[in-house]
């Protein structure tokens, strides 16, 4: 269960640094900062993954400055407060925005 979970924490650390803008570059954050948001959302995408309550393939997780936005759908209210929680209480993380929508 560890092993699979550092596994798909690195290869959502290296899909999340590819796919993502460089927000260095837009003058938006420091380096160190864009660093910390990257870990951040590659931790918490990586809780969502591991937690049955929580469809993590379906959810979407930026992090800006320490800030966490969650968008895309959940299942019910329930999901929708699981994936809120697992963000706030990921390490680093300043601010929750639960964007999901509710869709049976």
Do not use: H, W
């Amino acid at each position: 269960m560890k092993q699979t979970r550092a596994i798909a924490l690195a290869i959502l650390t290296g899909i999340t640094l590819i796919s993502s803008g460089c927000a260095v570059m837009r003058g938006q954050e420091s380096v160190g900062a864009y660093v910390d948001d990257k870990t951040i959302t590659a931790s918490v995408k990586a809780k969502l993954l591991e937690d049955r309550n929580t469809g993590g393939l379906s959810i979407n997780v930026d992090t800006l400055n320490g800030t966490v936005a969650l968008s895309g759908f959940a299942k019910s209210q329930n999901e929708k407060d699981v994936a809120g929680a697992i963000a706030r209480n990921t390490k680093g993380v300043r601010e929750v925005r639960n964007n999901l929508v509710v869709r049976p």
